[in-house]
């Protein structure tokens, strides 16, 4: 079991950036991605179609012989988490508790915000991870569905990103707030235009986290593969247009090995 890869999937490719951070921290493994960009995007979709995609997606990452799943996707880990735990047999994270525990750990005012996507925002997932750990912070969250087909066009530094950021962050900047965490794939690229509204607060990108739990727990696990090749295969429900290029940005290296795969719906 423990040459078998690691599987990681989203909803497309922003979760490219987790898997940048796990190959840094676990340059051994081999990494099964799988990417829905068929049906991308998951944020603004419901609670059961998500559920269902990210059971699809596991159960294919496991076909494939995925040892461990990292759900790479925020609105994913949102609502499917506990139902994929569930399902597979496999163990899995999410990537929201990672950003939480960093988000608390400091934080000095107790006021937090968190930005992702509507279905993200609005399932109430943070609060209740936030719960978890017995805090007394006041989190604030904001839906900042805009953010996503912006980065997807490349629009990192436009005028328009700048605006549209502006209207969005503008309330948790008046909400005072001393932690942002992004909580969506596609946000650790909009970091500098973020920095440049929200100023010299603390801001927590999830993605390194979640390599350091993977990594934590694939040695509580016993399943490291100290002497694996670091091969990465990403599979994708459609090659759209500018997929390559996109995904490059959020892995920092060549995309070179990908093809198309069909899943039941997709
Ligand atoms: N991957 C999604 C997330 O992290 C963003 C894109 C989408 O809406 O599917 O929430």
């Known amino acids: 079991m423990n040459k078998n890869p690691i599987g990681v999937f989203d909803?497309?490719?922003?979760g490219l950036t987790v898997v940048k951070e796990i190959r840094k921290i676990l340059p051994d493994e081999d990494i099964v991605y799988l990417g829905d960009t068929a049906r991308l995007p998951y944020g603004t979709k419901s609670v059961d179609a998500i559920m269902q995609f990210s059971i699809e997606n596991a159960e294919f990452l496991i076909s494939r012989g995925a040892k461990f799943i990292v759900i790479a996707c925020y609105s994913s880990t949102s609502v499917a988490l506990d139902v994929v735990q569930k399902k597979c047999s496999v163990p899995i994270i999410g990537?929201?508790?990672?950003?939480?525990?960093?988000a608390l750990a400091i934080t000095k005012t107790g006021r937090i915000g968190?930005?992702?996507?509507?279905?993200?925002?609005?399932?109430?997932?943070?609060?209740?991870?936030?719960k978890e750990?017995?805090?007394?912070?006041e989190i604030?969250?904001?839906?900042?569905?805009?953010?996503?087909?912006?980065?997807?066009e490349g629009w990192l530094d436009h005028q328009a990103t700048e605006l549209i950021a502006q209207a969005y962050l503008q309330p948790l900047k008046e909400d005072n707030i001393d932690t942002l965490l992004l909580g969506?794939?596609?946000?650790?690229?909009?970091?500098?235009?973020?920095?440049k509204i929200m100023g010299?607060?603390?801001?927590?990108?999830?993605?390194?986290?979640?390599?350091?739990?993977?990594?934590?727990?694939?040695?509580?696990?016993?399943?490291e593969n100290p002497r694996g090749l670091g091969n990465l295969s990403i599979y994708l429900t459609d090659l759209s247009m500018n997929f390559k290029e996109i995904g490059e940005r959020f892995l920092a290296e060549p995309m070179r090995n990908f093809s198309r795969i069909s899943l039941k719906g997709a």
């Not at 909803?11 to 922003?14: A, D, L, Q, R, T």
């Open 11 to 14: 909803s497309g490719i922003g």
């Open 95 to 102: 990537v929201i508790k990672p950003g939480v525990e960093q």
């Open 114 to 130: 968190v930005i992702g996507t509507s279905l993200t925002i609005y399932s109430g997932a943070y609060e209740k991870a936030f």
């Open 133 to 137: 750990f017995n805090t007394r912070c």
């Open 140 to 152: 604030l969250g904001r839906a900042c569905p805009l953010f996503v087909p912006l980065v997807e």
């Open 184 to 195: 969506c794939t596609h946000f650790p690229l909009l970091m500098p235009v973020i920095k």
């Open 200 to 223: 010299d607060i603390h801001y927590v990108d999830a993605s390194v986290e979640v390599g350091r739990e993977l990594a934590q727990q694939l040695k509580e696990n016993k399943l």
